[in-house]
């Protein structure tokens, strides 16, 4: 469709190919909407006082479950995206076409569904390398910049805390040995990569320094240890989607454990 314009049949075969594709990643997008709110609220519920973080994790082990699953569809969804660049392509022909027909002043009934106003929105959200995560993120940042009375470490303990519960069941032999099958393994990675990307955006120093709370060579090392077809989509996150890795104060193994 985009290399013939002047080909109607072509284009119309292109548009109705296009359409349904445009509407899913319209569903996609109003989901992350719903997922920043409801990470938002279980962050809420996850830091109130007066329970420490470890407090917490343990008297909520279902909403801390529920933000683990939040984590795990997050990278799982990213790692789709990532490896998809036909998303993209397919989405600039929809709004190439409908920037066209507003041209000439015709309206077509998929942009009922998606106008160019919720197309410009949903553009950004997919120019994002990361997109979920990068939404999570965001979420995370202005949760603790809009809970000014809720020590930060409120939030980082949380995270760093889920990010430690998982490295140690994915590196302690007792605990891997009771995992029945590999999703288990797979989904223990991913929410333990999810919560260290957030605590490197949320904390001042970040993951990576020797200050920080997460043993940063310990869950690299874990990941590692994997089928590297398993794995790297989540190296890459940490290498390419968190703030602090080329940062003064990341020690120079991890950035080799990372290259």
Known sequence: ????????????????AVCPLVAKLKRFYEFSLRLENALRSLLEALTSPP?????????????AKQFAEILHFTLSFDELKMTNPAIQNDFSYYRR???RNRLNNQQLEAENEVNNEMANRMSLFYAEATPMLKTLSNATT???????????????DCLSTMACVCRVML???EYRCRFTNTDTMLFCMRVMVGVIILYDHVHPVGAFAKTSKIDMKGCIKVLKEQPSNSVEGLLNALRYTTRHLH???TSKQIRALLQ
């Open 142 to 156: 202005k949760f603790v910049s809009e809970n000014k009375t809720l020590p930060i470490e409120d939030t980082t």
């Open 171 to 173: 590196e302690t032999p």
């Open 97 to 99: 076409t409908i920037s």
């Open 51 to 63: 329970y420490a973080p470890m407090q917490h994790l343990e008297r909520e082990q279902a909403l």
């Open 1 to 16: 469709g985009i290399s013939n314009p002047g080909d109607l049949a072509l284009q119309e075969k292109a548009w109705n």
């Open 247 to 249: 940062d003064d104060s």
